[in-house]
């Protein structure tokens, strides 16, 4: 998700970091016990996963790089090969072992007619071969590496047209990379066919736009997006590699698949959709193909424990509904299985194989939820849940029970968040000082930041690196230009990365503690709108967006009414702007505005994407203005441009 901000980031970050002795650490005693204590608790003698993850292998691509439009190659598997043996002391061995078995890339044959791409970017892509072409199921991230895909099973394969792409679900890893296959131009001759589940089009962008700048700079922390890769930096996100770099695009479905006809035939080829809306993605459709015996759970089920919660920032999601779809999927179709696959990772062979795999990713999302709801019933508190919780040793033996991407204590807060929301009920917490105000006192308390740091050094020394990251953090809130804090907070931040078992949470961690080494690095903005996403936008929420831009200050005291009147669309809409509030009422125009527009929605879009001024839209005739059209401008100068530089390990410059 939201990766398209992170090409240039990447170049940034590297290019500052040139000569500044900000080195990432090697592992201290502790981390190097703490990683060898955690490998001795893992279910190695179970390799089933390797077998499966090169069953089938044909070719991978030349030198495992697929270049990029500019410089930066847009997938650099090859960057990973220092991926082999057992893990450094840097690396947590269970999170190395599946950075491993993403690594293992290429075109598969899954069963006869079917094959996959995997490891070529974050997801995977499946080619259904039909009675006359190619059926594309998840056609990656970006169109250059869905494109390198095709052209990889093209050399194996009898070069046949795609005649359908299949969107199994509306997160932009599973359709970004459409013009890779295919274009506008042969969906609109009827040559391509789109299916998409119910719903995709309305959430396939949304989710990226009223929070999606702040969803963008946290999103770099989560997959690790600026780290170097290797041993001391990036290793895996744990749902893949990595973010591919190049362009997202976007074809909107020609066929809304529903509950109504969940049964079709596509190029000769039976598929029955099973729909799962609001499980992993608000709108997601799994499949199941009759003639070839095969599952396609989409990203409803995953070889690991997957986010309940997404530490990028996003809604909590609901465990107990997502466990119900995996049940029900497993009663109808696991018996019928011979081989599961999925929109992420490896497949699952055999139908004994597909319903154990079933049971556990069914019970592992339904144990989260009702064991936390039970101790959050019992008065527990989040992080007391998040801590005390763990899974029963039947699931825990389990590898695809294991958090590499979701981890139990960041979903289990998520569930109590879901039910309860962020406040605990301790009225102490309801009101406290803002943060920087708050860690001042505490370390003025605690006997002043010289005191702190020695006996946070003696800490950090014993290994106690959960409390150090947490009281160096105050330091730095309280002061930010104290270097020693920044330090020895990096430090901690560091080896918890070092240790952690979840793609995610080595990301976050080891960004962390390389802004707190070199600061914040300049980002541009985030990009994920572009002419293809843009169709995704209706004006109700291109509205609604508008509105969060506003800057209340500068509002202060104004009011505005405007009229927008969209010719092609036949939408009308009457914006008012009033305390400081932008609101908007669809279906009239007011009688008496203050100005108005009348315009079509392609005009508004060459205005959003940079493409042209509005005073070059009115001369061209494409925006005809009514009133004042100053009182546009006025509007305008009152929105806030977000940008992905804010702080996250310090304070936030006011
Ligand atoms: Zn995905």
Redesign the pocket.
């Known amino acids: 998700?939201t990766p398209t901000l992170i090409a240039g980031a990447v170049l940034l970050a590297l290019l500052s970091s040139a000569g500044a002795q900000t080195a990432p650490k090697p592992a201290e005693p502790a981390t190097v016990r703490a990683n060898a204590d955690f490998g001795a608790t893992l279910p190695w003698a179970d390799k089933q996963s390797f077998e499966d993850a090169r069953r089938g292998f044909i070719a991978g691509i030349p030198g495992n790089v697929i270049a990029g439009t500019g410089p930066a190659p847009a997938w650099n598997m090859a960057a990973y090969d220092f991926l082999s043996g057992d893990a450094p002391p840097t690396v947590n061995p269970s999170l190395w072992r599946q950075a491993q078995l993403n690594a293992i890339s290429g075109l598969f044959k899954v069963t006869d007619g079917m094959y996959q791409l995997r490891g070529l970017d974050?997801?995977n892509m499946t080619i259904v071969e039909g009675k006359t072409g190619l059926i594309v199921i998840?056609p990656l991230l970006t169109a250059e590496t869905s494109r390198a895909g095709l052209e990889l099973y093209y050399q194996h394969r009898p070069k046949r047209p795609v005649v359908a792409v299949i969107y199994s679900?509306g997160?932009a890893?599973?359709f970004g990379g459409v013009k890779g296959v295919t274009s506008d131009e042969e969906v609109a001759a009827g040559k391509v066919r789109i299916y998409a589940p119910d719903g995709f089009m309305e959430t396939a962008i949304a989710e990226n736009i009223i929070a999606g700048n702040a969803m963008s700079r946290r999103a770099a922390y989560q997959f690790g997006a600026l780290l170097p890769p290797g041993s001391m930096g990036h290793v895996d996100t744990g749902?893949?590699k990595a973010l591919s770099r190049g362009a997202l695009t976007l074809i909107p479905p020609t066929d809304v698949i529903t509950a109504k006809a969940p049964e079709q035939v596509i190029d000769g080829v039976p598929i029955e959709f099973i729909l799962a809306p609001g499980s992993?993605?608000p709108a997601e459709m799994m499949m199941y193909f009759p003639q070839q015996r095969v599952l396609d759970t989409a990203?409803v089920t995953t070889q690991h424990m997957h986010n309940v919660y997404t530490i990028r920032g996003a809604e909590v999601r609901d465990a107990n509904k997502w466990s119900g779809y995996i049940s029900d999927v497993r009663e109808r179709y696991a018996a019928k299985a011979d081989t599961l696959i999925m929109?992420?990772h490896w497949p699952v062979y055999g139908t004994a194989g597909v319903d154990h795999f079933l049971v556990v990713q069914r019970d592992l999302y339904k144990f989260m939820h009702d064991q936390t709801v039970r101790l959050l019933n019992e008065g527990w508190t989040p992080g007391d849940i998040a801590e005390t919780l763990k899974l029963p040793a039947s699931l825990e033996k389990e590898w695809t029970a294991h958090g590499y991407y979701g981890t139990l204590s960041h979903n289990t807060r998520a569930i109590y968040q879901k039910y309860l929301g962020w406040y605990d009920a301790n009225p102490a917490h309801l009101n406290p000082l803002p943060q920087s105000e708050e860690a001042k006192k505490q370390i003025e308390y605690m006997g002043g930041i010289d005191a702190v740091l020695a006996k946070a050094r003696a800490d950090y020394a014993k290994g106690e690196y959960r409390w150090v990251a947490s009281v160096m953090s105050q330091a730095v809130f309280a002061d930010p230009t104290n270097q020693a804090a920044r330090q020895l907070a990096a430090d901690a931040l560091e080896q918890l990365g070092y240790q952690a078992e979840a793609g995610t949470w080595r990301g976050a961690y080891l960004s962390g503690a390389q802004e707190l080494r070199r600061g914040v690095p300049k980002l541009p903005p985030p990009s994920t709108l572009n002419a293809d996403t843009l169709k995704a936008v209706n004006l109700e929420l291109f509205f609604d967006f508008l509105g969060v831009r506003l800057n209340a200050a500068k509002a202060e005291g104004k009011r505005l009414v405007l009229n927008w009147n969209f010719t092609d669309t036949k939408q009308q809409f009457t914006m008012n702007l009033e305390n400081s509030a932008l609101t908007w009422v669809e279906g009239r125009l007011a009688a008496k505005p203050d100005a108005g527009l009348t315009l079509t929605r392609d005009a508004l879009n060459q205005f959003l994407l940079g493409r042209a001024k509005l005073p070059e839209l009115m001369q061209q005739g494409l925006v005809k203005p009514e009133g004042d059209v100053r009182k546009f401008g006025e509007l305008f100068a009152m929105f806030d441009n977000f940008t992905p530089d804010f702080p996250i390990v310090e304070p936030l410059k006011k």
């Open positions: 998700m974050l997801a998840d679900h997160h890893d599973h749902l893949g992993e993605a990203e929109s992420h």
